[in-house]
DNA sequence: ATGAAAGCGCTAACAG
DNA sequence: CTGTTAGCGCTTTCAT
């Protein structure tokens, strides 16, 4: 025999109230004499009611859950943001919808749609490049979206992030000041606006203030995996590179362990700053260097942002700009620091 | 002027059907005749029709959504397991709501009746030990639950994990015929009833094989981070300890870095196991052997299960014990393998 | 193969 | 302060 799941309307009964009353009672309104809302709150224990949040949803037209697209939870980047993301929400009594995306555009659109489908209240996305259907998607809804450390040259939807230009330049500015000759700009894809756009122009912008040539040749683009890592360090080595800013933590350590495998002295013979300060960064040996970014802030706020938008409050910003900082571990030489 | 949402009743109007007859083609459900299967689509795209995942959840009582109790996404462990969950959930048409829990007993309970609330359709427990409260909570309802890399004495559900005594009693056992003389146990929180209870017996099996002495004052109990890995070490090298098989990839690093700054040699002079084969493993320099928990496919094979008992398939055997494997990289001495 | 109608469990006016 | 009454948008018998 089913256990038979018990609803309002029995409360409703058992307590000798209106539906009405005990709705009220459940959302805290304070329209109810106290002792009626005693009499329906035992109700409720004895009976171990508990509302049907999908029956409130249809009702309400809220969720109280919010969809958030995320690249790969397994890259600590990402994972960091997600945790953020999530303590907020919890704060403010949303769910979060975890969905992977591998920054695929299909699986983008895709899932940004099942999402719609449930009816969230809103969104956070985390990516790479939007694409312009991506894009149209956002606009097509009304469901208020957020990007979280991803950057949208057309600035449609509200999104936290910090100012790459100007701590790539300063951290560049710094190895340069280290007395570093060339300094490799080591990428994660450049189509990523982050990286394409503001970390390359921040790189550009500290070779220009010392009056040195951008070399095209020690740019370089690859997928950020440890492994690609480990394997361009001897082509840097070749090239003549004594410095490295890389954009993506794990592929910084495959750089370091190769050019310490290669015999290299790091910082002596080469300095190596790398740009999210993930966890990873000092789990390497000696720790790394790198562009210190709020990580779980940027997802924080992100979450405080949406919360803000989906109660239709005020927004004095919605392009909001954290401060960074930069930590000099034992990568870069740090004399005169 | 507010966009209207076009429903179902909109769709069956101008493809002039009933909504039953969208609601089947919607569904795929093959009673349909052709033809008219083709006039509902057509009205469907040009009214650009979504349904609504929350009103078709309050009819079907079906959410297509799953619950995910996870201690931390920003631990790769867990992340890594997530990922694999997620990736078979989508097969499988359902979505992921994934909640933090700290590990937290009051949290965790918190969490599981808002998932239940919010009527997912099963859920994935990941975490320590499962306290009464919380299996109580978990029989309470009637909605599937699995544990994915965690381990209930207790049994009552479902759960994959590897065997985690025999590898730790494999592992041991090459430190021994490694010539290893006095081999730490180093864990996060023995509370864990893998740790504790497993790991722990794989680690005695192994001296008793080897006909050595248990001494406890070697075995170490602390919070699996970086930080208290590297304080550790010198504790480790003060007590003459020449291997240490840790279960917690983040303490390995910790430990590993400890004794290499310390000035020993790995692993000619001390040689470290780890238990997760987390993705950071690769990372330390040199690479730390470890025991390799098929972290992905246990979080897949998780979400396979839960499918299954979602709908109420015939379970051989709901308990299921994955293969590991165990790879020796650069932190342990090779000869002779 | 298709339609009518009764809910699913709750919220939200509205009335009193 | 409390009750009545419509829905929310869809699925699901039950007829036809």
Redo the contacts with the bound molecule.
Sequence with gaps: MEKQ?I???DVAREA??????V??V??GN????P???KKVLEVIERLD????AV??G????KTTTVGVIIPDVTNLFFASLARGIDDIATMYKYNIILANSDENEHKEIQVLNTLLAKQVDGIIYMGNKITDELRAEFSRSKTPVVLAGTIDPEQQVGSVNIDYIAATEEVIGKLIANGKNKIAFVSAPLSNPINGQHRLKGYKNALINANKAYDESIVFELEPNLHNGEELAAKLIAEGVDAAYVAGDELAIGILNGVINAGLNVPEDFEIVASNNSKITEMARPKLSSIMLPLYDIGAVAMRLLTKIMNKEEIDEKSITLPYKIIYRGTTSNEGK
């Design positions: 799941t609803t309002i309307y000798n109230v209106s539906m009405a009353t709705s009220r459940v959302n304070p329209n109810v004499k002792s009626t809302r009611y508990r509302p049907n029956a409130r249809l009702a309400s037209k």
